[in-house]
């Protein structure tokens, strides 16, 4: 089961599920029978729900603080010819029934006497998608995701915003987004609270404000109103707001004044991170005066005191601060700081250490490694996964955020962050069962995609960034070698001969995979299936696009017929991609996200 329980005792005797009965609950669990009235009428069972005690009841649902002490714990008991779940709250009775949907589909609907009991390691278990990169689901694709990760016992969700949600007083920035609007909020967090999930807000209140201040009603609050150079040497837009105005945290206040009434969250992720223009343009006096980190700091007390008077507790990521160690104590106490980092070696550490050591409270937040990668990258997301819960764990985390991105137009499809999704649940809850790759693909076979072999095929892809002598951070390189061919070309000796016998391989693997995959596909999993092989085909693309630039050294050089087949293909995969879009996620973004892909095709034109 996913995640593995604690402890599985097996009892003596049989039992046998009949096709009808009784489900006994008191009122204030009724929701949750009727959860598991539904969940045994999909097993083909006809059950009925009572509230008095009856010793003809089959299932029963009991709160008693006094048997299970832990308030997210459980305790299932299938014995004689009762199955009773036992909680010290509703929460902990529906995860013994999620944990009790998986016992029977892992037995095909049938049960054998057993004593489960079960309680997590990490009390906040979050997962976070990015729709402020141009990808914005459906409220559909939300509920079935919500309803994925509720089963993997997930207790937080957030929805990463910069300009995706319908500000009244602001259309400009987002109506070519289609974003999430007042009553859709109202709607997910209320859909979420039935699946004791809260749904935490985050809007990004510092940097990463682009698709505001690029417009001319915003550019006074930012920083660099012209523009800035990052630190890897591409120019950009108006970035972050500028701590030297003095509206902008009024700004900011004006926003989270519209936002926050809509979510039941007693949090809110301010976000902050990534500064990188502070300093450079309006705030440039200040932070020579203060230092930087003291300016930092104080503009994110101004948060935090926005937040306060909201009755909230604040979120922000921790990689600004965590490079002023001497300020880190200056947080106040009751902030929660998110600690980030993608790599399988990231540093967690030493960084959770220092934020334990100045008694700021703080999740670990690592990565799915979807991003930046077509298929993503499977081995080092476990591994990222794996060194922040164990360093959380270690340091006393409050928590887990698991984080999925969509850098440069969101192309990869949901079902390529589902294995780090299902491995950061288990290990988050049960840091004693560490799955293997083998029981990680088996068990999500099972209980997310419903055939066999489907994650295999999903990690073979998810591994191949690893068989070239390059590797990059927070991406591979052919997902870099189709998006910024630019670049690319200049760097085009970094591949040597025997990648380019690798990446021959491995175009013949990505076909086996495709074929196979096809063979799997069915009604149920069709979704799943179809985003794979698409993010699939767009990997091979980048591979083809990698040996023509090895072979004939420049774009305008390569041959016509050649580039005329590759540019048909390119475009089919590009249609599909818009189709599959359109089927889970918002007409708006899709426009741009396509330019971003399309790159390369107009560099010939």
């Not at 990258?377 to 928590?399: P, S, T, W, Y």
């Amino acid at each position: 089961m996913i995640p593995v329980v604690k402890r599985f005792t097996k009892l003596q005797g049989v039992f046998h599920l009949p096709e009808s009965g009784k489900i006994f609950s008191r009122i204030e669990s009724f929701k949750i029978a009727r959860m598991l009235k539904q969940e045994l009428f999909s097993w083909g069972k006809d059950f009925s729900i009572v509230a008095h005690s009856s010793n003809g009841s089959t299932f029963e649902l009991l709160l008693d603080e006094n048997l299970v002490n832990h308030p997210q714990g459980y305790r299932i008991v299938v014995q004689g010819s009762k199955v009773s779940f036992v909680a010290a709250t509703n929460q902990g009775l529906f995860y013994a029934l999620q944990t009790f949907k998986q016992l029977l589909r892992e037995r095909n609907g049938t049960l054998e006497p057993v004593l489960i009991e079960d309680e997590p390691d990490f009390e906040n278990r979050a997962f976070m998608l990015d729709i402020s990169r141009d990808r914005v689901p459906k409220m559909d694709t939300l509920k079935k995701l919500v309803d994925l990760l509720s089963e993997l016992k997930y207790n937080q969700f957030q929805l990463y915003m910069e300009h995706t949600f319908a500000y009244e007083r602001h259309e400009k920035v987002w109506k070519d987004y289609s974003p999430l609007t007042h009553e859709e909020i109202l709607e997910l967090d209320e859909y979420c609270r039935e699946r004791f999930v809260e749904l935490v807000p985050n809007q990004n209140s510092f940097g990463h404000l682009e698709k505001w201040l690029v417009h001319d009603e915003y550019k006074h609050l930012a920083e660099c109103p012209d523009g800035f150079v990052f630190p890897w040497g591409i120019p950009s837009g108006p970035f972050s707001l500028s701590p030297a105005v003095e509206e902008s945290l009024k700004f900011v206040e004006s926003l989270l004044e519209e936002l926050l009434p809509h979510f039941s969250s007693t949090k809110v992720n301010v976000g902050a991170d990534e500064t990188f223009d502070l300093g450079l343009g309006r705030s440039k006096e200040l932070c020579e005066r203060l230092g930087k980190g003291r300016v930092y700091l104080n503009f994110l007390l101004g948060l935090y005191r926005i937040v306060k008077r909201h009755g909230k507790t604040m979120m922000f990521w921790g990689d600004i601060i965590k490079n002023y160690p001497e300020l880190v104590g200056e947080l106040p106490k009751d902030v929660i700081a998110l600690l980030w980092g993608y790599e399988e070696d990231h540093p967690y550490e030493s960084e959770c250490e220092l934020f334990a050591s100045k008694g700021v409270s703080f999740y670990v937040c690592p990565g799915t490694s979807s991003w930046n990668s077509f298929v993503g990258r499977l081995d080092n997301a476990l591994g990222n996964i794996r060194n922040a819960i164990q360093n959380g764990k270690k340091f006393n985390a409050l928590g887990l955020l698991l984080t999925d991105w969509g850098d440069n137009g969101h192309p990869q499809h949901l079902a390529i962050s589902i294995l780090p999704i299902v491995y950061a649940a288990s290990l988050g809850w049960n840091m004693s069962m560490d799955l293997s790759t083998e029981e990680l693909l088996k068990l999500t076979d099972i209980h997310v995609f419903g055939i066999d072999s489907l994650s295999e095929k999903l990690c073979i892809l998810g591994n191949l960034y690893k068989k070239l002598s390059v590797q990059l951070p927070n991406a591979n390189v052919y997902f870099t070698a189709l998006m910024f061919p630019e670049r690319f070309l200049e760097n085009l000796d970094a591949l040597n001969e025997k990648d380019v016998e690798t990446i021959r391989e491995s175009l013949e693997q990505i076909e086996s995979v495709c074929r196979e995959l096809f063979k799997l596909r069915n009604e149920s999993n069709r979704i799943f299936v179809d985003g794979i092989v698409n993010n699939a085909e767009m990997l091979r693309l980048a591979m083809e696009w990698i040996l023509m630039a090895k072979r004939f050294g420049r774009i305008d050089r390569i041959d016509e017929t050649i580039w005329k087949d590759f540019t048909t293909r390119f475009i089919r995969i590009i249609e599909e991609y818009k189709n599959l879009w359109l089927e889970s996620d918002r007409p708006g973004g899709l426009s741009q996200s396509v330019e971003k892909l399309t790159r390369l095709l107009r560099l010939r034109q």
